[in-house]
Nanobody
Framework: QVQPVESGGGLVQAGGSLRLSCTAS???????MGWFRQAPGKEREFVAA????????YYADSVKGRFTISRDDAKTTVYLQMNSLNAEDTAVYYC??????????????????WGQGTQVTVSS
C-alpha cells in the first residue's frame, strides 16, 4: 500500500519559514502530488500541487507568492517551502498522491493516498 510520509512540521514565529517534505513509497507514471491543510474546526483545503509529467504547479490564492512546491524525481519526494508564515497558516498539513495525474489537482477527492499529516503552528 502506498503511504506518503510527511516531515518538517513544527512551531515557528510569524514571518518565519518552514519546509515540509513528503516521500511516496511507490512511483507511478504519471502522477501528481499535492499538499492540503486542515485547521481546527475547518474543512480540509487545497494548498499546492505539482504534476510529474510537465512540472506544472498549482497554488491556493492564500499561499501564492509565499509557498513554493517542488520535487525531487530521484527520491519521489515533493517539498513545500513556506515563507512569510502567519497565524492563518496554522494547520495539519497533509501530503497526497494522485496515481493518475488527473485534471483539477486542487480537488482532494482525486487523491487516492494520504499521509498521516504534520502539524504546523505559527505563533503570532
Amino acid at each position: 500500500q502506498v503511504q506518503p510520509v510527511e516531515s518538517g512540521g513544527g512551531l515557528v514565529q510569524a514571518g518565519g519559514s518552514l519546509r515540509l517534505s513528503c516521500t511516496a513509497s511507490e512511483r507511478f507514471d504519471p502522477y501528481s502530488m499535492g499538499w492540503f491543510r486542515q485547521a481546527p474546526g475547518k474543512e480540509r483545503e487545497f494548498v499546492a500541487a505539482i504534476k510529474w509529467t510537465n512540472s506544472a504547479t498549482y497554488y491556493a490564492d492564500s499561499v501564492k507568492g509565499r509557498f513554493t512546491i517542488s520535487r525531487d524525481d530521484a527520491k519521489t519526494t515533493v517539498y513545500l517551502q513556506m515563507n512569510s508564515l502567519n497565524a492563518e497558516d496554522t494547520a495539519v498539513y497533509y501530503c497526497a498522491v494522485d496515481p493518475f495525474e488527473r485534471p483539477f489537482p486542487w480537488r482532494p477527492v482525486l487523491y487516492d493516498y494520504w499521509g498521516q499529516g504534520t502539524q504546523v503552528t505559527v505563533s503570532s
